[in-house]
């Protein structure tokens, strides 16, 4: 129960709706601001300002539970999430949603979660659960449902097919907005995807495709992640259209939120030059009006949600407040560790080298090119090229180094494989002979006396980045040709 005692924190305030910065004192008890008062000619080394909301991410991601992920997430300024439960859903239907539900309410910081649109995502996908029109109009009925989360099947949206139109009227009918997931969509068909009933998009990749999906109505959801990062590509709306803006990190693994959360995407912005109230609107009230979420915005009458932070060009947040109480300060989390039951098991076997054998073949292969900082991906034909065990060491624990040059065609042997464009080629054990890598090369044949064929710049045209004179660098020991 929320004491009915005053309590009162001065410094400068940072009012969003006035897109001002005055030196003041905020005063709340019951966990309600009731007073913000003006104190003109102090000054003050600290900044007062709505606590930061995550517009889109999973939690599942973190691979903690919503309660742990608090702990972490309120020491960079976080008071609430717009969470989309689809990964513990796919696997575990409602009742992974409602396991969601449950241990977020545990928590003081504000979890929205919506309902996973897409269960399975594909139709090509084998998933535990199946959550129909039906099931998700029951979903969307409840409460503490607050959006009808990413319809990453724009291609059904686009067609206008009655299931996934039906999912999006039952979210219609209750006034809850639809999340968007259309990557690369641009022009008319953005449009037809917007005018579905779409509203937001955190998928964009390049400005142009941001620009057509603004212009077709949408929101556009700035991500920056532990595997998409946009924030570069997209950090010029803040300037153009902050106020169709909002920050995300769609996923963000426990390494990462041990050290930032939407703290780093407020520094970055800041960097760029964008205006402070803009970008802290991106971070707050922004995702607060369009999901219409129960967080407080600095206001007389509002919930106690708030921060404190010093500096602007290093901005570095010192408490975190959540409906008036404090729950972090100097990088602690104030939060208590609650004991949590695991909703599933993880039977997983283990795999061997076997299983991912791809046979030879006179043909060309269909190779998925992924993209470093990317969801999206290339789709290559290659020619395979069979590479002879001796190009493969045996049972080492780490990585030495090893690496061959595109340029040189010289080749350095190492306990552990070969690094190549993609990546460490790494195996416990000599491989079948008949194991085989991709090569755009015209030949497939390889001698004892010579190196894996050389890799041509059509995988650099195809998206892989590449350094001067043919040289790449290899992803996981970060060595150079």
């Given at each position: 129960?929320?004491?009915?005692?005053?309590?009162?924190?001065?410094?400068?305030?940072?009012?969003?709706?006035?897109?001002?910065?005055?030196?003041?004192?905020?005063?709340?008890?019951?966990?309600?601001?009731?007073?913000?008062?003006?104190?003109?000619?102090?000054?003050?080394?600290?900044?007062?300002?709505?606590?930061?909301?995550?517009?889109?991410?999973?939690?599942?991601?973190?691979?903690?539970?919503?309660?742990?992920?608090?702990?972490?997430?309120?020491?960079?300024?976080?008071?609430?999430?717009?969470?989309?439960?689809?990964?513990?859903?796919?696997?575990?239907g409602l009742a992974g949603v409602d396991f969601m539900l449950r241990d977020g309410a545990r928590s003081p910081l504000r979890f929205n979660f919506g309902v996973p649109s897409c269960v399975p995502a594909t139709t090509f996908e084998t998933a535990g659960a199946v959550l129909g029109p039906?099931?998700?109009?029951?979903?969307?009925?409840?409460?503490?449902?607050?959006?009808?989360?990413?319809?990453?099947?724009?291609p059904a949206v686009l067609k206008r097919a009655p299931e996934a139109m039906a999912k999006i009227e039952a979210a219609r009918r209750r006034g809850k907005p639809v999340d968007g997931h259309a990557p690369g969509l641009r022009g008319a068909a953005a449009a037809r995807y917007a005018a579905a009933g779409i509203t937001t998009d955190h998928e964009c990749f390049t400005l142009p495709e941001a620009r057509d999906k603004i212009a077709a109505g949408m929101k556009i959801l700035i991500r920056e992640g532990s595997a998409a990062k946009n924030f570069d590509a997209l950090a010029p709306l803040l300037r153009t259209h902050p106020d169709r803006c909002m920050f995300c990190?769609?996923?963000?693994?426990?390494?990462?939120?041990?050290?930032?959360?939407?703290?780093?995407?407020?520094?970055?912005?800041?960097?760029?030059?964008?205006?402070?109230?803009?970008?802290?609107?991106?971070?707050?009230?922004?995702?607060?009006?369009?999901?219409?979420?129960?967080?407080?915005?600095?206001?007389?009458?509002?919930?106690?949600d708030l921060i404190v932070f010093t500096g602007w060009k290093n901005l570095r947040v010192r408490q975190t407040w959540v409906r008036g109480d404090l729950v972090a300060r100097e990088g602690r989390s104030l939060l208590p560790r609650l004991p949590v039951q695991p909703a599933n098991r993880f039977r997983a076997r283990p795999r061997t080298a076997d299983e991912f054998r791809v046979p030879a073949r006179p043909s060309r292969l269909s190779v998925?090119?992924?993209?470093?900082?990317?969801?999206?991906?290339?789709?290559?034909?290659?020619?395979?090229?069979?590479?002879?065990?001796?190009?493969?060491?045996?049972?080492?624990?780490?990585?030495?180094?090893?690496?061959?040059?595109?340029?040189?065609?010289?080749?350095?042997?190492?306990?552990?494989?070969?690094?190549?464009?993609?990546?460490?080629?790494?195996?416990?054990?000599?491989?079948?002979?008949?194991?085989?890598?991709?090569?755009?090369?015209?030949?497939?044949?390889?001698?004892?006396?010579?190196?894996?064929?050389?890799?041509?710049?059509?995988?650099?045209?195809?998206?892989?980045?590449?350094?001067?004179?043919?040289?790449?660098?290899?992803?996981?020991?970060?060595?150079?040709?």
């Open positions: 129960m929320k004491t009915a005692q005053v309590q009162r924190l001065a410094g400068n305030i940072v009012d969003l709706h006035a897109r001002r910065i005055f030196p003041g004192v905020v005063e709340w008890s019951g966990g309600v601001i009731r007073r913000i008062v003006p104190t003109p000619g102090r000054r003050y080394d600290r900044q007062i300002a709505p606590g930061f909301v995550d517009a889109h991410i999973h939690i599942e991601s973190s691979m903690l539970p919503p309660s742990e992920f608090a702990r972490l997430a309120v020491v960079h300024g976080t008071v609430a999430t717009v969470s989309d439960p689809h990964e513990i859903a796919n696997v575990l039906a099931a998700v109009a029951r979903l969307l009925a409840r409460p503490e449902v607050h959006y009808l989360s990413e319809f990453m099947n724009f990190c769609d996923d963000l693994h426990p390494d990462l939120l041990l050290r930032r959360h939407l703290d780093e995407h407020v520094r970055r912005a800041l960097a760029t030059g964008a205006d402070p109230c803009d970008v802290l609107a991106c971070a707050s009230l922004n995702p607060v009006v369009h999901y219409g979420l129960d967080v407080g915005l600095l206001r007389e009458g509002d919930p106690a998925i090119g992924a993209v470093n900082g990317q969801l999206v991906t290339h789709h290559l034909r290659l020619r395979p090229a069979s590479w002879p065990a001796r190009w493969w060491r045996t049972r080492g624990a780490t990585c030495s180094r090893s690496r061959w040059s595109t340029a040189t065609g010289h080749a350095r042997r190492s306990r552990l494989g070969l690094c190549a464009a993609s990546g460490c080629a790494r195996a416990p054990s000599p491989p079948p002979s008949h194991m085989t890598r991709t090569t755009s090369s015209q030949s497939a044949r390889t001698t004892p006396h010579s190196p894996p064929p050389s890799i041509s710049s059509s995988r650099t045209a195809a998206g892989w980045p590449s350094s001067a004179a043919g040289a790449r660098r290899c992803c996981r020991c970060r060595s150079r040709d």
